[in-house]
């Protein structure tokens, strides 16, 4: 499983990009992915590299469909291939002990 940290958003079009983050949300949702949004970057659970940019990509168009100018945007991903890795079991290997 590739999970992966992304945040997009529009440079140069006002202070509140919101409108802009919500947008893409909205198709990363419709992708049918696992998606976890956070304060500062959403994360995302693939099972190819070709799923997650097409994901990604479809975002990206989002803010530039809105008339956004210029999209910046992060990504990290891990690809582990060793084991099975979801968001869940990478939250719950650093736990503290109950």
Not at 80 to 95: F, I
């Amino acid at each position: 499983m590739i999970i992966a940290a992304f945040s997009v958003f529009p440079i140069g079009d006002g202070i509140s990009v919101g409108k802009y983050v919500k947008a893409s949300l909205e198709v990363l949702e419709e992708t049918g992915l696992k998606i976890q949004p956070g304060a500062m970057a959403t994360t995302i659970e693939a099972d190819s590299l070709d799923t997650l940019f097409s994901a990604i990509k479809k975002a990206h168009e989002a803010q530039l469909n809105m008339g956004a100018k210029r999209v910046y945007f992060v990504l990290s991903v891990d690809d582990r291939r060793d084991k099975e890795a979801t968001m869940e079991t990478k939250l719950r290997a650093v736990e503290p002990p109950k």
